[in-house]
Each structure stands twice: as structure tokens, then as C-alpha cells.
Nanobody
Framework: QVQLVESGGGLVQAGGSLRLSCAAS????????VGWFRQAPGKEREFVAG????????FYVDSVKGRFTIFRDFAKNTVHLQMNSLKPEDTAVYFC???????????????????WGQGTQVTVSS
């Protein structure tokens, strides 16, 4: 079992930055891919970014490319999502998820992940 805990959310003005963290406990998730998803009020949960188990390949939804960066800290069993140039449309609850995802197609599919955190709120004011 892997337990995931997100942190780092908050309120920020448009153009600002936040760094979200996803810390794993219970067992190491160094062999798992990790994805960040978000869900805005009244909308479906969507994929934002993902990172391969090795950390060697990353994936982003088009709307965050060039602004968000996902990276792993293997020593701390943590995955971070650095969010720069935030926009009001980035406002959502952000979730991290982990599992032994093995295909690029599955990386952005919520159904591919068995382990989820509780979410952290990100609010971007205009």
C-alpha cells in the first residue's frame, strides 16, 4: 500500500507561482509513475502532468506546457509540481496519483492509478 499526501496549495495572484508536493509513505513509490490531476468546480477531473517511474520522461497537458514542471526527489520519496505563471483557470483541487503505469496512453488516464492523495486546493485570483 502507498499513501499519498499533497501539500503546497494556496491562494496566489495571477502570474504567481506555487510548488505542490506529493509525499509517499507506506512504501517507496520509486517504481511507480506519478500523475497530477486537477478538478475545478463543476468540471471533470483532468490530467495535468505525469512523470515516468525513472523520472526520465515527463508529460503535460497542452494548457500547462512551459509553465508547469514535474520532477521527482527520490531521496525524499516525493514528487513535486512547480507551477509558474499561474492563471485563474488553473484554480482547482489538485490530486497526485501513483501506480505502475506502463504506457504513455495510460499516463493521463485516471483509471490507471490505484493510489490517490486527498487533494490540495489551488486558487488563482485575477
Amino acid at each position: 500500500q502507498v499513501q499519498l499526501v499533497e501539500s503546497g496549495g494556496g491562494l496566489v495572484q495571477a502570474g504567481g507561482s506555487l510548488r505542490l508536493s506529493c509525499a509517499a509513505s507506506g512504501r517507496t513509490f520509486s517504481n511507480y509513475a506519478v500523475g497530477w490531476f486537477r478538478q475545478a468546480p463543476g468540471k471533470e477531473r483532468e490530467f495535468v502532468a505525469g512523470i515516468w517511474w525513472s523520472g526520465g520522461r515527463t508529460f503535460y497537458v497542452d494548457s500547462v506546457k512551459g509553465r508547469f514542471t514535474i520532477f521527482r526527489d527520490f531521496a525524499k520519496n516525493t514528487v513535486h509540481l512547480q507551477m509558474n505563471s499561474l492563471k485563474p483557470e488553473d484554480t482547482a483541487v489538485y490530486f497526485c496519483a501513483a501506480d505502475s503505469v506502463t504506457t504513455v496512453q495510460a499516463m493521463g488516464d485516471m483509471r490507471a492509478y490505484a493510489y490517490w492523495g486527498q487533494g490540495t486546493q489551488v486558487t488563482v485570483s485575477s
